[in-house]
Each structure stands twice: as structure tokens, then as C-alpha cells.
């Protein structure tokens, strides 16, 4: 009795806890969710950022608390899932160098308004998420909207819970890390076929956020030797 109570409790939190994850957005409506009864008839999720050899240009601006910066947004796409972001003004004055993949985090440059622990820990955590890398990102079972558009995922990843949401063509829409009640980390990508157009990531709580509009075609760019 008591087994099944608990099952019913965490069924119902769940659920809860998705549908609220996919709500509150002005491009995301609150979603009534279902289980999936045949996983298999579920498109892949299209990972937004999976193309080795591939060079991204973006439009950013990046808002810390009140101070705002802007520039270029520049992402090198390596094999074996390393990714290298630099961040640079108009004048070409480098905010930041970063490289991500297996090894972590690896720091080739960071001005000093970025250098902060707490700042750079979310450049990190923002990078890992962005790609996927770092520690393995764990999918549950999935949940489908009434309409079929929105597929739902409970995710975690060292222990932390998020929400994975891809539309009808698989491609990830939303990514959500949520508090205990509130989102800590909201990732939205827009307009896109193989790579995201526009990209708009915050951090509610720290009252950061990144705003990235690419300048390329869809395809990007491949890697000189």
C-alpha cells in the first residue's frame, strides 16, 4: 500500500513538475502532457550542436546584473565533442576564450568581469548545456503533448534535473534546469534546421542572461586545416 502510494506521489510530481517546467514562456504555452505508448515512433532528439569541423558566428550580448556587454560570439565545433566559444567586442578586444568537451572546462583567456567564480561557473554550466558535454545528460521517459507537436523529457545530469523539450522534427526547442521551486537556467533556441538562428539563455535568479542571433547561413562555415 505504502509502495504504491509513493509511486503515485512521485507519478503526480512529476507530471506536475514537467508541465510546469514548459510553462511560463511568451513561445511556450502551458503543455498537457502524456505518456508515450510506443517510445519507437518518437523522433531522436536533434542535438543543436553536433556537427564536427563547423565554425558558428553570432550577434551576442550578455547582461550580468545591470552591466551589459556586447560583440561576437564565435563556436569551433572540434571532433571528439570539443567545442571553443570566444566572446570579443566590436573592436576585437577578447572577453573570453573557453573550451569545453571531456576534459572540462579549459580557460585560454577571460577578462576580468567574467573571471569571478560565480561567473564563471555559469559560463560553464551555459557550455555544458549548450553542447551537452560534460557529466552524461541521463533522458527518463518521455512524455508527448495531446497534439503530437512537443515531445518532453526529464532529464539529469550529475544529480540536477532539467527538462529537455523538442518539437515534431526532434530539434531541441527548450532546455530547463530546474530549483526546488523555481528555474534556475532556461535555454530557448529558435528558427533553426541543423543550427539554432536565435538562441536566448538566463539565469532567472543571478539575473544574467545571453542573447545570441546568428550572422551566417543555416549551414555555418567548415574548419581550414
Same mark, same amino acid.
Do not use: W
Given at each position: 500500500?505504502?509502495?504504491?502510494?509513493?509511486?503515485?506521489?512521485?507519478?503526480?510530481?512529476?507530471?506536475?513538475?514537467? $508541465?510546469?517546467?514548459?510553462?511560463?514562456?511568451?513561445?511556450?504555452?502551458?503543455?498537457?502532457?502524456?505518456?508515450?505508448?510506443?517510445?519507437?515512433?518518437?523522433?531522436?532528439?536533434?542535438?543543436?550542436?553536433?556537427?564536427?569541423?563547423?565554425?558558428?558566428?553570432?550577434?551576442?550580448?550578455?547582461?550580468i546584473s545591470g552591466n551589459h556587454y556586447s560583440g561576437l560570439f564565435a563556436?569551433?565545433?572540434?571532433?571528439?565533442?570539443?567545442?571553443?566559444?570566444?566572446?570579443?567586442?566590436?573592436?576585437?578586444?577578447?572577453?573570453?576564450?573557453?573550451? $569545453?568537451?571531456?576534459?572540462?572546462?579549459?580557460? +585560454? +583567456?577571460?577578462?576580468?568581469?567574467?573571471?569571478?567564480t560565480g561567473i564563471r561557473k555559469v559560463l560553464e554550466e551555459t557550455l555544458n548545456t549548450l553542447f551537452l558535454t560534460?557529466?552524461?545528460?541521463?533522458?527518463?521517459?518521455?512524455?508527448?503533448?495531446?497534439?503530437?507537436?512537443?515531445?518532453?523529457?526529464?532529464?539529469?545530469?550529475?544529480?540536477?534535473?532539467?527538462?529537455?523539450?523538442?518539437?515534431?522534427?526532434?530539434?531541441?526547442?527548450?532546455?530547463?534546469?530546474?530549483?526546488?521551486?523555481?528555474?534556475?537556467?532556461?535555454?530557448?533556441?529558435?528558427?533553426?534546421?541543423?543550427?539554432?538562428?536565435?538562441?536566448?539563455?538566463?539565469?532567472?535568479?543571478?539575473?544574467?542572461?545571453?542573447?545570441?542571433?546568428?550572422?551566417?547561413?543555416?549551414?555555418?562555415? $567548415?574548419?581550414?586545416?
Amino acid at each position: 500500500m505504502r509502495s504504491g502510494m509513493k509511486r503515485f506521489l512521485i507519478r503526480f510530481f512529476l507530471f506536475s513538475s514537467l $508541465t510546469f517546467l514548459v510553462s511560463g514562456s511568451c513561445t511556450m504555452k502551458r503543455l498537457s502532457l502524456l505518456p508515450v505508448e510506443d517510445p519507437g515512433m518518437i523522433t531522436p532528439i536533434n542535438r543543436p550542436f553536433s556537427s564536427s569541423g563547423t565554425e558558428l558566428l553570432y550577434k551576442a550580448q550578455i547582461n550580468i546584473s545591470g552591466n551589459h556587454y556586447s560583440g561576437l560570439f564565435a563556436i569551433r565545433i572540434f571532433p571528439d565533442e570539443m567545442y571553443r566559444v570566444v566572446f570579443l567586442n566590436e573592436l576585437g578586444m577578447k572577453f573570453f576564450d573557453l573550451e $569545453t568537451g571531456s576534459n572540462g572546462l579549459i580557460v +585560454h +583567456h577571460c577578462f576580468d568581469a567574467f573571471q569571478r567564480t560565480g561567473i564563471r561557473k555559469v559560463l560553464e554550466e551555459t557550455l555544458n548545456t549548450l553542447f551537452l558535454t560534460g557529466k552524461p545528460f541521463e533522458k527518463g521517459e518521455a512524455l508527448i503533448t495531446h497534439s503530437g507537436d512537443y515531445t518532453v523529457y526529464p532529464v539529469t545530469s550529475g544529480g540536477k534535473k532539467f527538462c529537455f523539450v523538442s518539437n515534431s522534427s526532434g530539434n531541441l526547442e527548450r532546455i530547463v534546469k530546474q530549483g526546488c521551486f523555481s528555474k534556475k537556467m532556461i535555454i530557448e533556441f529558435a528558427d533553426y534546421n541543423q543550427f539554432p538562428v536565435d538562441i536566448h539563455i538566463s539565469f532567472p535568479q543571478k539575473k544574467i542572461e545571453i542573447i545570441l542571433h546568428s550572422l551566417e547561413n543555416q549551414h555555418g562555415n $567548415t574548419l581550414s586545416e
